[in-house]
């Protein structure tokens, strides 16, 4: 059912092409939004498909629907687009959001037992270190821990890491291509620092984010501990049932977003 393009539900690429014009501002808090016939015409896809996509964007918040009158952009949708954010810099960069970066330390220093297994490199070998403080808006959002290969790392300089997010500064400063990256993501409690960077309690509950960044060549060129105020953000990812001849089999993503 909704129809499928290219493996992506047509339904959820006409929710994401109505939620990108409420979050930018296109459609603005309490504008009503076309007809279901207008959306079937515009997208070149079927009432269900519609209805699907509105459906979603109602249960997230972002539209209200008045029967006999219409659908209507959430008056609080500004709030709701704002208080939560994707983690990574050059996502809240492109969102036009104000983000301010302080970097807490930098340098050469031996590398931590799991961040040499991670970043397969040797027992003692040196890495270069780098902690941030980053703030969305004024507030503060997350602190960031960062590992690089001495290799790759020893090209990069910390006023670069106050004004670039260091994804970027590896390929435009150290010339490595970052191609791929995985994610996992656990509850912890603030120790008593990160409490203090973040305005938090001591022992309040924080998401971290572990992120390893590879190269072309599948190289690791980037380990990477992002503590967020669990308050500030989210993970969302949207998925689409996989069946097998007869039985469903399981879950496929479509899409993730923080």
Same mark, same amino acid.
């Given at each position: 059912m909704g129809g499928r393009g290219g493996g992506v539900p047509l339904y959820y690429r006409?929710?994401?092409?109505?939620?990108?014009?409420?979050?930018?501002?296109e459609a603005a808090p309490g504008e009503r939004l076309p007809t279901e016939a207008a959306?079937?015409?515009?997208?070149? !896809? =079927?009432?269900?498909? !519609?209805?699907?996509?509105?459906?979603?964007?109602?249960? /997230?918040?972002?539209?209200?629907?008045?029967?006999?009158?219409?659908?209507?952009? =959430?008056?609080?949708?500004?709030?709701?687009?704002?208080?939560?954010? =994707?983690?990574?810099?050059?996502?809240?960069?492109?969102?036009?959001?104000?983000?301010?970066?302080?970097?807490?330390?930098?340098?050469?220093?031996?590398?931590?037992?799991?961040?040499?297994?991670?970043?397969?490199?040797?027992?003692?070998?040196?890495?270069?270190?780098?902690?941030?403080?980053?703030s969305v808006e004024g507030e503060p959002f997350a602190v960031v821990e960062s590992y690089?290969?001495?290799?790759?790392?020893?090209?990069?300089?910390?006023?670069?890491?106050?004004?670039?997010?260091?994804?970027?500064?590896?390929?435009?400063?150290?010339?490595?291509?970052?191609?791929?990256?995985?994610?996992?993501?656990?509850?912890?409690?603030?120790? /008593?620092?990160?409490?203090?960077?973040?305005?938090?309690?001591?022992?309040?509950?924080?998401?971290?984010?572990?992120?390893?960044?590879?190269?072309?060549?599948?190289?690791?060129?980037?380990?990477?501990?992002?503590?967020?105020?669990?308050?500030?953000?989210?993970?969302?990812?949207?998925?689409?049932?996989?069946?097998?001849?007869?039985?469903?089999?399981?879950?496929?993503?479509?899409?993730? =977003?923080?």
């Open positions: 006409v929710m994401r092409a109505l939620r990108e014009s409420i979050v930018s501002g959306l079937m015409e515009r997208f070149g !896809v =079927s009432r269900v498909v !519609v209805r699907q996509a509105l459906g979603i964007l109602e249960d /997230d918040g972002l539209i209200f629907r008045v029967r006999g009158k219409g659908t209507y952009v =959430s008056l609080d949708v500004e709030a709701e687009s704002s208080s939560s954010h =994707s983690g990574y810099l050059e996502d809240l960069i492109r969102q036009g959001l104000r983000v301010e970066v302080r970097v807490l330390e930098f340098g050469l220093s031996p590398a931590p037992a799991e961040v040499t297994a991670s970043l397969g490199i040797s027992t003692g070998e040196r890495v270069v270190f780098a902690k941030r403080l980053r690089v290969p001495a290799d790759v790392g020893g090209k990069l300089r910390l006023g670069d890491l106050e004004r670039e997010p260091l994804m970027r500064l590896l390929e435009t400063k150290a010339g490595v291509e970052v191609t791929s990256a995985t994610e996992v993501f656990q509850a912890v409690a603030a120790d /008593d620092e990160t409490a203090r960077l973040l305005g938090i309690d001591p022992l309040a509950p924080l998401l971290k984010m572990t992120l390893t960044a590879f190269s072309k060549g599948g190289r690791p060129v980037n380990l990477e501990y992002v503590f967020f105020r669990s308050d500030r953000y989210h993970y969302r990812a949207h998925f689409r049932r996989r069946r097998g001849p007869g039985a469903a089999v399981g879950w496929v993503p479509v899409e993730k =977003s923080g």
